[in-house]
């Protein structure tokens, strides 16, 4: 796996070979539907607008796709697949919408949000504002965040019910290829998804029943005071920015060097840098040997012998697919040594009838990517129009405060594929922090190609890195070249125009 000649079933059942054509190169992808916030539904799906294309042959099964997991991927798979003809069922065993609207992206950023106007009231008073600020309530915040993603859960459903798709809300699990039990029932299907997403791995250790997850902080009946984050990836750097920002006082740990492995080098160390400076306690090359609880203190012991007092201790120490009790092996499915299903170029796993999307597969665990993937799994079995995810110059952020965006390659992937690299890097004073006595930089980095003169990596640490990022994301997928960055006249006065203004190499 994965395996070269992938085969896909026609909309008459019959499998058939992909062409070469679509082996070698994908189709142009239809342009997705534009949401403004990607984990938002939208009524419009492409391909729902057009008369149904799949014509299903003698109803042999219950439905032709019975999808498992409601989240982002399972919901647009599912929905377009209705969209092109197809009878589909989804069953959920928690909640609409999955990780990102309940436990994901969309809880996590209004957080941030919140979290971040404390930066806002302590900037106010260098631009004349005389404001008191008497408190921070976290109950009302967590009310209005859950008020909210109850308002989704709804529309989510409203989606699959106006598409056509039979929701079910139970767990289920799969018997055979071409069955699922759920709620006490069998129900048959040509092909099944397993969209069941992921889940917080936490390693074993002394004590571990005393610490929470990331699923579990977005509960919490009170703000904690002190809070221990471990863990290096960006859910665990996201959670530290958010404690501190509601007034926390916070420890984060992690085993190795250096957090956000995976991003440039330059961006993690910027990072670092501007979180100590907010009086963020990181330590790296440290872990925790055990956790006690002494009333409703929990004692942390670190590798390096400290003892550290928290009120919380939040583990953000990866994510584990979600395929427990699942049926899958028993049904023949091919798993990584990480639980993950093993899928081809086109999402189908070892068993024919059975595919796989979204952070199940571990491929790239963001909804924007489930839900592209989802996309193209409709369109290859229900709209006779094959397609592979296409993961070329995905942008992600990471919402830190300040913010990471990043788009392409990182120095270090640059140099490895194309040996030399021109480097363009600047860091500057925001100019909303000439008036402000806060240190903090923007940090802005751009890598090209000599020979070609391709931008292959946009990177920034600072205000609104996502949000400028993503327009730097169209540039790279339309090849852009550092002479088209320079012939860009900037918005003025922006933090962005720095991307079409810098003129030196550094390297
Ligand atoms: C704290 C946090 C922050 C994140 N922030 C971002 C971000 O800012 N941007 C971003 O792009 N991504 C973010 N992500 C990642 C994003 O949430 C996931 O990549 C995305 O949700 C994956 O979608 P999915 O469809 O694969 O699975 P999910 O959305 O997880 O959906 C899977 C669904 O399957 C259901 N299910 C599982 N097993 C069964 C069963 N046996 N029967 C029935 N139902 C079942 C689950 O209940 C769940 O609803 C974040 C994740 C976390 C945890």
């Known amino acids: 796996m994965p395996r070269t ?92 919408g999955g990780t990102c609207v309940n436990v994901g992206c969309i809880p996590k950023k209004l957080l941030v949000y919140a979290s971040h106007y404390r930066h806002d009231f302590e900037d106010a008073a260098s631009f004349g504002w005389d404001a008191e600020v008497r408190g921070f309530d976290w109950g009302a915040l967590i009310e209005g965040k859950n008020k909210e993603i109850s308002r989704l859960n709804e529309i989510y459903r409203g989606l699959l019910g106006k598409a056509g798709v ?48 990331s699923n579990e902080a977005f509960t919490l009946k009170e703000l904690p005071q002190r809070v ?84 919380q201790i939040l583990y953000a120490t990866g994510r584990a697919p979600k ?31 059975i595919y796989a999307i979204g952070d199940v597969t571990d491929r790239m665990a963001l909804t924007p990517v489930a839900i592209h993937e989802g996309m193209c799994l409709a369109s290859t079995l229900f709209n006779d129009d094959p397609r592979k995810p296409d993961y070329r110059d995905v942008a992600s952020a990471v919402f830190s405060q300040p913010t990471i965006g990043s788009v392409g390659l990182t120095e270090a992937q640059a140099r490895e594929r194309h040996g030399e690299v021109d480097v363009y890097k600047t860091r500057f004073r925001h100019l909303k922090n000439t008036l402000t ?45 550092k002479a088209q960055f320079d012939a860009t006249i900037g918005i003025h006065p922006t933090a962005a125009e720095e991307f079409v203004t810098m003129r030196e190499k550094v390297s």
């Not at 679509?22 to 419009?44: F, I, L, Y």
């Not at 000599?450 to 990022?469: F, N, Q, T, W, Y």
């Open 228 to 311: 221990v984050i471990v863990g290096g990836g960006y859910i665990a750097v996201e959670f530290a920015g958010i404690f501190h920002g509601m007034g926390a006082e916070v420890s984060q740990l992690y085993r190795g060097p250096l957090f956000l492995r995976g991003f440039d080098d330059d961006v993690r160390q910027v990072l670092a840098e501007e979180m100590q400076e907010q009086g963020i306690d990181l330590r790296f090359d440290t872990n925790l040997t055990r956790v006690e609880r002494r009333g409703d203190t929990r004692v942390a012991t670190t590798t390096a012998g400290d003892v550290i007092e928290a009120d």
């Open 5 to 96: 000649a992938p085969a896909v079933l026609g909309p008459s059942g019959q499998k058939k070979w992909l062409s070469a054509k679509h082996e070698a190169d994908p189709p142009p992808q239809a342009p997705p539907p534009t949401p403004a916030q990607r984990c938002t539904p939208t009524p419009h799906v492409a391909g729902m607008q057009h008369p149904p294309r799949y014509n299903p042959p003698m109803a042999k099964f219950d439905y032709d796709l019975f999808t498992i997991g409601a989240g982002s991927g399972g919901v647009r798979a599912s929905r377009m697949s209705a969209g092109y003809g197809a009878r589909v069922a989804v069953a959920e065993e928690r909640y609409l």
């Open 166 to 213: 039979d929701l079910i809300e139970e767990r289920a699990h799969i018997e055979d290829p071409h069955t699922v039990s759920v709620g006490g029932r069998r129900v048959t299907a040509e092909r099944i998804l397993v969209a069941t997403g992921g889940w917080p791995k936490v390693p074993d250790f002394p004590g571990v029943e005393h610490v929470i997850t």
């Open 437 to 481: 006595p806060r240190k903090e930089r923007v940090f802005m980095k751009l890598l090209v190609d000599p020979k070609s003169d391709r931008v292959l990596g946009c990177h920034m640490v600072g205000p609104e890195a996502g949000e400028i990022v993503q327009g730097l994301a169209i540039a790279l997928r339309c090849n852009a070249t």
């Open 323 to 353: 395929i427990e009790g699942l049926g899958l092996e028993a049904a023949g499915v091919e798993l990584a040594s990480n639980g993950s299903v093993v899928v081809d170029d086109f999402s189908q796993s070892s068993v024919p009838s």
